[in-house]
């Protein structure tokens, strides 16, 4: 901002009015309303000169030319205030684009966040299509970020069309691996509801249906397998993976965690045996 332009009156004026007063002599009415008007102008001039420097700054256009040593003329004065209109409707038009350009400028943010948002919907969605890990998905950083922008937005779009490239490409074997799942999931929950001794009660026939499907799952899983093992090697394709790992690998983790648990649970079943053998020994000993 430049500095304010401070207005004094003009020295011949100021001569002028002190001869006046120092003649003794009346000033005529006409003469005192000549004053009176000049000095009007001159104070219009000041206020006009300091909007005008104020907008000149803010809009860095050129100051209005007009001398400030003499008493403007009422065609001046005119043209001054027009000058100040034109500038306050370019600092008006300017200020409204601002506004309009920030809340643009902040719709297209939110539009982004929420088209980011709809992709990474579909990109868990392929991820669990895919049996992606954890380590997988943490892998694709841009996922865990908020700070949301076009670039961002763009990396979830090429991620979101890769993964459905690679889970077309393979489609086929997906979905044996899918029904290998359930169906291991569902023999595992048929092997649990038959530990509920509640279950012999039941006279609509579902123990037996249970029983058949369990035996007809346990049956199928290695026939599945082996199927889904022969489809992988003759892709020859070692960027097929489930949960991070080779098909098979993850079969067999998936049967060592099985197993293990048997055996704990064999072991906890042996142990309650042992401590009530060895509480009924105690009670036995204490009666005799």
Sequence with gaps: MSSKTFFVVPNHFRRRVAALCSSGKKTSG?????????????????????????????????PFSISDNSVPSLEQLENFHQHISCLTAEKTFILINKTEGQRLEELKLKNMQNFTEAIRKEIA????????????????????????????????????????????????LFEGVHKWDESWRLSLEL?????????????????LKE???????????????????????????????VNGQKFMQFVTDQWETYWQEKEREKQERGDKECWGSFRTGLGTTALD
């Excluded at 380590?135 to 979830?156: G, I, K, T, W």
């Excluded at 499907?213 to 394709?237: F, M, T």
Aim: negative net charge.
């Design 30 to 62: 006409p003469t005192l309303k000549m004053l009176k008007e000049k000095n009007q102008r001159m104070q219009a001039l000041k206020a006009l000169t300091e909007q005008d420097q104020d907008l000149c700054d803010l809009l860095c256009s050129q």
């Design 125 to 172: 969605v392929l991820w669990d299509k895919c049996f992606y890990s954890a380590d997988q998905r943490q892998a694709f950083v841009p996922y865990y970020v908020d700070d949301f922008s076009e670039e961002l937005l763009s990396l979830h779009d090429a991620e979101n069309l890769r993964l459905k490239q690679y889970y077309e490409d393979h489609k086929e």
């Design 191 to 207: 092997e649990e509801k038959a530990k509920d001794p509640s279950r012999f009660t039941n006279r609509g026939g579902n123990l």
């Design 211 to 241: 029983e058949k499907q369990w035996a007809d799952l346990v049956k199928g899983l290695p026939k599945l397998e082996k199927k889904l093992k022969a489809e992988i090697e003759q892709e020859q394709n070692k960027e097929f993976l």
